[in-house]
């Protein structure tokens, strides 16, 4: 049975059992340990130039420029990235999700008070496996960082096609991905989040084709190299050796080569965008 009621005058929300997992014991940006300076994550992270600050600002003037639409956030942690969004686009209705409905009473009066935004969110904790909207009630769907930690990927892509609109965009980043060499992502998968699983939280990283074939119903599918990495490369290659450089060269005229060094160097390199 899902009960919505008010918090604080900000927020709307919705107790559902599917918040069986213990949320609370992750940060707020996700993983195991506790947080501790809230203000103080959020000043680093969105200083003016960070990656976290660049990427969503490209994401935002990429998807949500134009008329007023409704915007749905899954497994958004504290909220901080739609409450961004709503200071760049303003004009449209965001809806922010996250399985632990404790994140959002905890912390979102203070991403609030960061980027000094008084309106009102619907936050509404829920499980994307099952999502409580009706078809076609969202013009946009983005996820940060939290499509590995999903029980069901499959799932939870057809719950989110369902509530999107013809032509509407799913937008998920942050992932980590596993390199395209069998042997090497068995061992990243085997590996990743040993202290989260130990936790009994859901941990996973994928292979780039396996995070493609959890959007297969939609009907254009596509992973981008985020330019923030493209940048790095080019700022650090400046000071590398002649040899070094020309080694680079070769392996970015190679798209499976320049690939796998994005995944090696950075891990999270890709961003997906799935339109139905
Ligand atoms: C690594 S955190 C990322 C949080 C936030 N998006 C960020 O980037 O700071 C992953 C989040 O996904 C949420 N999550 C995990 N499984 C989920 C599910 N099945 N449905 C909704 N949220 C989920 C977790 O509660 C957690 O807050």
Known sequence: MRMIRKIRGACTKTSVESERIAGNAQTLFGHAGAETDALGSLRSMYQQGSSRELRARMLANDFLSGAPMDILEIGAGFGDLSVYFSTLYPQHRYVINDLAEA???????????????TREFQ?????????????????????????????EPDRAFSEMRR????????????????????????????????????????????????????????????????????????????????????????????????????????GIPFYFVFTK
Not at 137 to 147: E, G, H, L, N, T
Not at 190 to 212: C, D, L, P, R, T
Not at 246 to 262: D, E, G
């Open 103 to 117: 994140k959002f009473e905890r912390y979102f009066d203070i991403v609030k008070e960061y980027f000094k935004v």
């Open 163 to 266: 509530v999107l609109r013809s032509g509407g965009k799913l937008v998920f980043f942050q992932d980590p991905i596993a390199l395209d060499i069998p042997i090497v992502s068995r061992i990243q998968k085997f590996f990743a989040g040993s202290e989260e699983k130990a936790m009994g939280f859901n941990e996973h990283v994928y292979q780039v084709a396996e995070y493609m074939s959890f959007g297969c119903s939609f009907s254009d599918r596509q992973c981008k190299t985020d330019p923030f990495f493209l940048r790095e490369i080019d700022k650090q290659s400046k000071n590398w050796s002649g040899v070094k450089r020309r080694v680079l060269a070769v392996i970015r005229s190679h798209p499976y080569l320049f690939r796998q060094f994005l995944i090696r160097q950075y």
């Open 123 to 151: 936050c509404i904790p829920f499980a994307v496996e099952s999502i409580p909207f009706p078809n076609d009630s969202f013009d946009r769907i983005f996820i940060r960082a939290a499509v590995h930690h999903f029980d």
